[in-house]
Nanobody, 120 residues
Framework: QVQLVESGGGLVQAGGSLRLSCAGS????????IGWFRQAPGKERDFVAR???????TYADTVKGRFTISRDSAKNTVYLQMNSLKPEDTAVYYC??????????????WGQGTQVTVSS
């Protein structure tokens, strides 16, 4: 059983930056791929970025070139650096541990989410 806790969300102006953290505990965190997803009010949960156990990475087209995912295995933490933020990035951001996939159904463990709000 893996527990995940996100942090780092907040309110930022358009063009600003935030760094989200996903801290894992209670299991073999390094043995899972980690994905970031986001969900805006009234919308489905969408894939944002993923990182494999061997640090392969992919991004959604909507964030490519602006967001960077990384992992620190020593700290059991995955980061999502978000630059050039836009109002349409506003959502609750979730990290999840599971299979290296863009499908949220392939992830077994989820954090509680952290709110990111980008003002125009």
């Amino acid at each position: 059983q893996v527990q995940l806790v996100e942090s780092g969300g907040g309110l930022v102006q358009a063009g600003g930056s935030l760094r989200l953290s996903c801290a894992g505990s209670g299991g073999t965190f390094s043995g899972y791929a980690i994905g970031w997803f986001r969900q805006a009010p009234g919308k489905e949960r969408d894939f944002v970025a993923r990182i494999s156990q061997s640090e392969g990475r992919t991004y959604a087209d909507t964030v490519k070139g602006r967001f960077t995912i990384s992992r620190d295995s020593a700290k059991n933490t995955v980061y999502l650096q978000m630059n050039s933020l836009k109002p349409e990035d506003t959502a609750v951001y979730y990290c999840a541990a599971g299979v290296y996939s863009i499908n949220p159904g392939q992830y077994y463990y989820w954090g509680q989410g952290t709110q990111v709000t980008v003002s125009s």
